[in-house]
């Protein structure tokens, strides 16, 4: 069983930076995705960044020159930098993971999700 815990989530000030960190383990197979979500209060749940055992990328619109994803397979690790950060970047993030290649940011698609990580902007 896939299993994902996210941390690093925290208050930040606008313009602030934060580094969340997704440990990931049970994969039995290679080839998977993985892909960051979050979700505002009374909003539906939002892809933000993804990406594949091929290092193929996708990024939300909204994020873009804003966040990095990356992935650390030595370690198991997914992390998501957030530089930049506005008020409208405040939300749970999620860590999400599927069997398969591309990457998406279509939450229907990962079969396995950890607790998510508060993230808030203000001053």
């Known amino acids: 069983q896939v299993r994902l815990v996210e941390c690093g989530g925290m208050s930040v000030q606008p313009e602030g930076s934060l580094r969340l960190s997704c440990a990931a383990s049970?994969?039995?197979?290679?080839?998977?995705?993985m892909a960051w979500f979050r979700q505002a209060p009374g909003k539906g749940r939002e892809g933000v960044a993804s990406i594949d055992s091929e290092r193929r990328i996708q990024y939300a619109d909204s994020v873009k020159g804003r966040f990095t994803i990356s992935q650390d397979n030595a370690k198991n690790t997914l992390s998501l930098l957030l530089t930049n950060l506005k008020a409208e970047d405040t939300a749970v993030y999620y860590c999400?993971?599927?069997?398969?290649?591309?990457?998406?940011?279509?939450?229907?698609?990962?079969?396995?999700w950890g607790q998510g990580t508060q993230v808030t902007v203000s001053s």
């Open positions: 049970g994969f039995t197979k290679p080839n998977y995705a």
């Open positions: 999400a993971a599927r069997y398969g290649s591309g990457p998406s940011l279509f939450p229907g698609v990962y079969a396995y």
